[in-house]
């Protein structure tokens, strides 16, 4: 365990998250919307360049410290708490599928498109917009009452 924790800080002391990984992640994104799309034809080596080219722009513009690893980690704690909750609610005998049933699902998307949003704020995704946590969860609370007034009333009208 001290090996990779010691290698972990290697790599941040050199940087590797704040710049090769970020790059990285970005290569790969841009590489597959440009080949997916073919928009600028289907040579590979063009689509590279290019997309090796608009990924070291994106790393060049200036993230915030730790904003990637702050959010894909902060994502990580919903994804499993999602997925213990899709684990309890088995044991239950409920099915998650099941759960908000046909009509709803718009509801769901439109909840856990909320939460995304939440979580980019909450890690400085806003920079120019200063929202003190407190306001955030005051936000997100009035989200979750108002979804859930929608929920109760969808199923009163029945």
């Known amino acids: 365990m001290a090996l990779i924790h010691s290698m972990m800080g290697n790599l941040n002391h050199v940087g590797a998250f704040d ?5 990285l992640l970005f290569l790969a ?3 597959a919307i440009i080949s997916k799309h073919e928009v600028f034809g289907t040579e590979v080596s063009v689509q590279g360049v290019i997309s090796i ?3 070291f722009f994106m790393v060049n513009y200036a993230l915030p410290p730790y ?3 702050n959010l894909f980690g902060i994502m990580g704690m919903f994804v499993a708490g999602g997925v213990v909750l899709i684990i309890l609610l088995g044991m239950a005998g409920i ?5 908000f049933g046909e009509d709803n699902k718009t509801v769901l998307a439109l909840a856990i498109a909320i939460v995304a949003v939440l979580i980019f704020i ?3 995704g ?3 917009i200063h929202l003190s946590e407190e306001l955030v969860v005051t936000f997100g609370f009035f989200i979750i009452m108002a979804a859930t007034v929608y929920m109760l009333g969808a199923k009163g009208g029945d």
Do not use: E, N
């Open 19 to 23: 710049i090769f990984m970020p790059w």
């Open 67 to 69: 904003f990637l690893t």
């Open 53 to 55: 080219l608009l990924s």
């Open 126 to 128: 806003m920079l120019p």
């Open 29 to 31: 994104i841009i590489y």
């Open 122 to 124: 909450g890690v400085g």
């Open 95 to 99: 099915k998650f599928g099941d759960l």
